[in-house]
């Protein structure tokens, strides 16, 4: 008998929550007071994620850029220093010249690495505040009173 009564007990409290059902309405998040928050969270998602997708990128291409400017200075010093010594066996002016061809030997490199580490700085810059944004609109969406009842909802 008392289990019978416990039945009809969970019965009848759940009838209001089965009443709210919407054939229309496919997840908690959809059009509840006529937003779709679900539309919401998605770009919201979705921006984050690209942010943080920039923000990886563009520290890898920082990081690649200074190496390319390192190798590519290191080349340039190797090779007036290869230069000039090869370029001595035509006397003062072979040196000179063999150095000023040796030091130009890394310049392409470090042109790469500055512009590589250039844009890595820009997709960093613009990363930052796409996760920072998308973060707070993620954080706002809350369990709490909707136009359908109780459900997820945007709280600003």
Do not use: C
């Not at 919407?22 to 998605?42: K, R």
């Not at 921006?47 to 563009?58: E, F, M």
């Amino acid at each position: 008998m008392k289990r019978l009564l416990v039945v009809f007990s969970l019965l009848f409290l759940s009838l209001g929550a089965w009443a709210q059902y919407s054939e229309t309405q496919t997840s908690p998040l959809a059009e509840a007071g006529g937003v779709d928050y679900n539309q919401a969270f998605e770009k919201a998602r979705k921006g984050r994620n690209t942010g943080i997708g920039l923000v990886v990128g563009g520290g890898v291409a920082v990081v690649g850029g200074g190496a390319a400017v390192i190798i590519g200075l290191t080349t340039s010093v190797v090779g007036a220093a290869v230069g000039a010594t090869v370029g001595s066996i035509g006397g003062q002016e072979g040196a000179s010249n063999g150095a000023q061809q040796g030091s130009k030997a890394g310049d392409p490199l470090m042109t790469a690495g500055l512009i590589a580490a250039g844009a890595g700085l820009v997709a960093t810059g613009v990363g930052i505040p796409l996760i920072v944004k998308n973060n707070r609109t993620l954080k706002q969406l809350r369990l709490g009173p909707t136009g359908n009842g109780v459900g997820l909802a945007l709280v600003f």
